[in-house]
C-alpha cells in the first residue's frame, strides 16, 4: 500500500527537514545503536529522504528504509545509496530477513491516527526484529502539539517561498 500524502511535499521535505538524521544519530547511538556491532541490521521505519539512514549506514550498519511514499524514497535513493528501500506503509511492511535494531524519528509515528493503526505498525516491528532487538522512535504527546503544532511559519529565500500552518484538534 502506497502513503501518497507526502509525495508533494517530499522535495520541500528533502531541502529543508532531511539534515536532521546528522543531529539524531548521535542519541541513537546512545539508546542502543552503538551495542550493536558492525553489520548488524538495522530498520529505518518511515526513513523519509534518507538523511539518518545514511548516516546510520556511514558507522556501518547495513540499513532498510522503508516509506509509504515513493517520492520521499526516490530521494533517499540519492541521499543513500547502498541501502535496501522498500515503499510501504507503515502499518504493513514486511521484510526479507530480521533486523537487530529499528528506528523512526522525527515525529513520523504522529501521523498514524488511530490506536488500532499505532498498534498495527508496533505489530509489524515486532515481527520485523529480532529476538531481543530494540525499537526507538519518539512521538509528540499533547503537550508537544499544543506548544508546536499551532501556528505557522516561513521559508524565505531567492528560489522559493513556503508557508507551513500547523493545527492541533485534540478529537
Not at 14 to 20: E, K
Not at 135 to 155: K, P, Q, S
Request: one cysteine or more.
Amino acid at each position: 500500500m502506497r502513503y501518497t500524502e507526502y509525495d508533494q511535499f517530499a522535495e520541500i521535505y528533502n531541502r529543508h527537514w532531511g539534515a536532521f538524521g546528522e543531529r539524531v544519530v548521535g542519541p541513537l547511538e546512545r539508546l542502543g545503536l552503538d551495542e550493536l556491532p558492525p553489520g548488524s541490521r538495522v530498520l529505518d521505519l518511515c526513513c523519509g529522504t534518507g538523511q539518518l539512514a545514511a548516516a546510520i549506514l556511514n558507522r556501518g550498519f547495513v540499513v532498510v528504509g522503508v516509506d509509504g511514499s515513493e517520492e520521499m524514497i526516490s530521494h533517499a535513493r540519492q541521499n543513500a545509496p547502498g541501502i535496501e528501500l522498500i515503499i510501504a506503509d507503515a502499518r504493513e511492511f514486511e521484510l526479507a530477513a530480521p533486523v537487530d535494531m529499528a528506528v523512526s524519528t522525527f515525529d513520523s509515528l504522529n501521523h498514524v491516527m488511530s490506536l488500532d493503526g499505532l498498534r498495527r505498525v508496533f505489530a509489524r516491528v515486532h515481527a520485523a526484529l529480532k529476538a531481543g532487538g530494540r525499537f526507538v522512535f519518539d512521538l509528540n504527546m499533547e503537550d508537544g502539539f499544543l506548544e508546536r503544532w499551532n501556528g505557522a511559519f516561513v521559508i524565505d529565500n531567492e528560489d522559493e517561498f513556503i508557508v507551513a500552518e500547523s493545527s492541533y484538534d485534540p478529537e
